[in-house]
């Protein structure tokens, strides 16, 4: 674990040879193979103060430590709203049953939608004073949702933004609003070397701690770089590199190296990171950090074939996960342990 950690001093300064964003890399219209993982309970972040995992009462007790045996379940619907049409950012209610709420990806206003897991629109909920240069990705985290500005195609953004706002109130029953609601928090970063492009974001829900993992379609090292709390809103925050995921050859194997999404599971014991192709799941141990978990061998867990998946979501019982590909009305797919 610690070899591969310090891998990173070899590939970082390489990172620059990285460049162009990659589509999708002829996606199987099968589901891929699952091999290892486990699911989770609940937990609540708000601005925490730093800590490691071990002193944040995070338990991974009930989560199996091999890999989960994962099925595709049988009804795929599809997503009502027409103007979710770039799906970048997926993520489960934690405070209300068969709720997801998602977001497009650049060119759109700083709106989240929410929408039954059957894909009916229930509204769409406008964040007062964001803004959307170029949204990737999202994660809840107790009741808080955090949305990642992170997207950086020409790697030329001086800064990048996460923003946290408390989840709104929503039911799985209500007729479709549009609705604006205030902004908890405005988190501006800065890399420690240089720009990077980025479309996966994960938050501990143990400790608060905001983590980006960039997006390498040339090599497939993806660094993992560390929010450093406690968080400072309105304030530029340098990040810190604390891992990295090497998706391609020598590494993973992925057929697609881009990361595009990724998730951390409710009780935090469970790490997902996809690329268009491929998914991956990380196993984590009651007192581990999540950088530390990131450095361990993951299993690979299913996709379906989508013509641009960006999104993977675990459900809020942990006993699942759900994507969506960006496109007009595209289908919601749902994987659970068996």
Same mark, same amino acid.
């Given at each position: ?298 299993? &690979?867990?299913?996709?379906?074939? &989508? ?32």
């Amino acid at each position: 674990m610690l070899g591969r950690f310090a891998l990173i001093l070899s590939v970082i300064h390489c990172a620059a040879a990285c460049g162009g964003d990659a589509g999708p890399v002829g996606a199987d219209a099968d589901v891929r193979g699952a091999r290892d993982g486990g699911p989770i309970a609940d937990s609540r972040t708000d601005t925490m103060a730093a800590g490691d995992a071990s002193e944040s009462g995070f338990d991974a007790g009930t989560a199996p430590r091999t890999c989960p045996d994962v099925a595709r379940a049988s009804a795929a619907p599809r997503i009502e709203s027409t103007e979710l049409v770039e799906t970048s950012g997926l993520a489960a209610s934690r405070r209300h049953a068969d709720v997801l709420w998602a977001h497009n990806d650049s060119g759109d206003t700083p709106r989240l939608f929410a929408m039954r897991t059957d894909g009916r629109h229930l509204g769409v909920y406008r964040l007062a004073g964001a803004r959307a240069a170029d949204w990737e990705d999202m994660e809840i985290a107790g009741d808080q949702i955090y949305v990642g500005d992170i997207g950086d195609n020409g790697r030329a953004r001086p800064r990048i933004v996460v923003y946290r706002v408390t989840e709104p109130d929503v039911s799985a029953d209500q007729a479709p609003v549009d609705v604006e609601v205030p902004l908890g928090a405005a988190l501006p970063m800065v890399y420690p070397d240089r720009a990077h492009d980025a479309e996966t974001l994960l938050v501990d829900p143990a400790t608060g701690e905001i983590y980006v993992v960039t997006k390498s379609p040339g090599d497939g090292v993806s660094l993992v770089f560390r929010y450093p709390l406690p968080e400072r809103p309105d304030v530029e925050v340098t990040l810190e590199l604390v891992s990295m995921i090497a998706f391609g050859a020598g590494g993973l194997g992925a057929a697609s190296v881009a990361a595009t999404a990724g998730d951390v599971s409710p009780a935090g014991d469970l790490i997902a990171v996809r690329t268009y192709t491929d998914a991956y799941l990380w196993h984590r141990s009651a007192g581990m950090a999540l950088a530390e978990a990131l450095a361990s061998d993951p299993c &690979e867990i299913p996709l379906a074939g &989508e013509p641009q998946g960006e999104t993977i979501a675990f459900d809020a019982d942990g006993l699942g996960y759900r994507t969506i590909s960006e496109g007009t009305r595209p289908t919601v797919f749902a994987f659970g342990w068996r």
